[in-house]
């Protein structure tokens, strides 16, 4: 479901202005080539980096915004002032401009000649004011952006690029992305609800729910023929407990299992969604609680939430797409149970079943067991535990006035024991600072119990995407203090309400 990711393109575009002549323009035009035929070429950048016409007037900005605004592909602007591009020029395109914006602040020359310098090098590699002259506009005009400095064949220039364009790629993916509620909300939960209405218009997707009944007519039609397909897959794909294994006393309830991931699945492909939620308060016609389903969809790509989560869903996707291509998974994830022990506190992450396997460090077991909550048939899951290593929680909560994505970096660590009666897919970490610290920070900040964990999107995708997006981000990481965060939290709730 990514593969139309591969046709995205990131412009590459060049301020200058005439009063350099023709030839020092056509030098311009050579080094940006030479630049994004560069980026192209890598494979860290996760989409095509495509050279426009060096932009030297006020009316050649204009007409590029607005192609770039209408094109479907396009996903985003890389701006790099070569030369000194006066910034009054830029107004007007800047004004419409509707896609994001990074301004790479690079020079095509590394170093300085020294013996050498005259002022055609001066001419030929002034970036240092050029961009300082686009910065002071974008400023002005409250643009967002990100801004990387340094030259542009250094890994770790290439690498903020490379995470701009995931985040870029995720804003472009949720622009007119739909996604399904079965079932509503978790009856008197606060932190699932919010405004679909806002949303829409903050984020571009759109959020709209469905009766059981309209799922349960593409799971009951689900032929023995695919459940065959399907269950030989499972066994291909994962260690089968013996009760779920042929002729296994639990057999049949494999087989519902996947009948019910069948028509999820479906639903949802013909319905062109990016994600769904689910409520175990409602599952009327569903012989199980699905959570396999959940799971095996979260792996192929679908966003999820739990007791009707959609904003966890919708992050999941983002996360999901952010990250296409990069070692490590995204799941949906609950703080669970903590470990309190002095100098060795933890928390245990899971949920109900509904885990990505994307996030296990081996082949996943399948497994049934009872379940309390939802009063049906006992569900199949996947059971897995997690590798250690770095990691970050997410969530986005519905401040009212705004939404804040809040971000926790994380110590992924092995169990301290097997833990051979614990049913479910489990991770384990420390909070950074420390689990004190960082839990205060979390719930002080309003992070919901439900997020998106991963190991592989990075604190500075999320950070680039609340900024395309225009929302409030709020880091608790190892520099975390908390008597600064009630500072930031109390800050920022000014600022957003006198930046309305
Ligand atoms: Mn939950």
């Known amino acids: 479901m990514f593969t139309n990711l591969k046709n995205k393109e990131v412009w590459f575009i060049t301020g200058s202005q005439h009063l350099y002549g023709e030839e020092t323009l056509k030098e311009v035009a050579k080094h940006s080539q030479t630049i994004a035929a560069s980026l192209g070429e890598n494979e860290k950048i996760p989409v095509k980096v ?56 690079t020079q095509y020359n590394r170093d300085i000649p020294w013996s050498d310098i005259d002022m055609n090098f001066m001419n030929s590699n002034q970036s240092a004011h050029g961009d300082r002259e686009f910065g002071f506009i ?22 903020k690029l490379a995470v701009w364009c995931g985040a870029a790629l995720a804003w472009n993916d949720l622009q007119g992305a739909k996604f399904a509620r079965f079932g509503d909300n978790m009856r008197e939960v606060a932190v699932t609800e919010g405004d679909k209405v806002e949303a829409q218009m903050k984020f571009g997707y759109s959020v709209n729910g469905y009766a059981l009944g309209d799922l349960i007519k593409y799971v009951d039609g689900v032929s023995n023929a695919e459940i ?19 002729d296994g006393a639990k057999r049949a309830s494999l087989k519902d299992a996947a009948k019910i991931e069948l028509g999820m699945r479906q639903f949802l492909e013909e319905g062109n969604f990016k994600g769904f939620t689910s409520n175990f308060e409602n599952l009327y016609g569903l012989s199980q609680l699905p959570g396999l389903a959940c799971q095996r969809l979260m792996a192929a790509g679908y966003g999820f939430g739990g007791e009707g989560d959609w904003k966890t869903a919708v992050l999941i996707r983002a996360m999901k797409v952010m990250s296409y291509g990069l070692i490590g998974g995204t799941s949906f994830m609950e703080d669970y149970t903590y470990h309190l022990e002095d100098g060795n506190m933890k928390v245990l992450g899971s949920h109900m079943l509904e885990v990505c396997p994307s996030i296990a460090n081996k082949k996943p077991s399948m497994e049934i067991h009872p379940l309390s909550i939802g009063g049906k048939d006992d569900p199949v899951r996947l059971v ?43 991770a384990l970490w420390v909070p950074q600072p420390d689990l004190k610290v960082g839990t205060q920070a979390w719930i002080l900040a309003g992070g919901a119990h439900h997020s998106g964990f991963s190991q592989a999107v990075t604190k500075e995708h999320l950070e680039d995407f609340s900024e395309i997006a225009g929302i409030e981000f709020v880091l608790i990481n190892h520099e975390t203090k908390i008597h600064e965060l009630k500072k930031e939290l109390r800050w920022n709730d000014l600022y957003y309400h006198l930046a309305k």
Not at 230 to 244: D, F, K, T
């Open 228 to 246: 065959r397909s399907l269950v030989a897959e499972y066994e291909e794909s994962y260690e089968i407990q013996p009760e779920l294994a042929q």
């Open 384 to 426: 897995f535990n997690v590798a250690a290593g770095r990691g970050l929680n997410a969530t986005i909560i519905d401040m009212g006035s705004r939404f804040r994505l809040i971000v926790n970096e994380l110590d992924v660590v092995n169990p301290d024991y097997d833990l051979p009666k614990l049913p479910v897919a489990r």
């Open 138 to 159: 974008c400023t002005r005009m409250k643009r967002a952006r990100k801004v990387i400095v340094g030259y542009w064949k250094d890994e770790a220039v290439i690498q």
């Open 50 to 105: 495509i050279f426009k016409p060096v932009l030297t007037s006020s009316d050649a900005i204009y007409d590029l915004c607005v192609e770039a605004n209408t094109s479907k592909n396009c996903i985003g602007l890389i701006a790099w002032m070569h030369t000194f591009s006066p910034a009054k020029m830029w107004i007007n395109g800047l004004n419409i401009l509707n896609k994001p914006l990074a301004h790479l602040d």
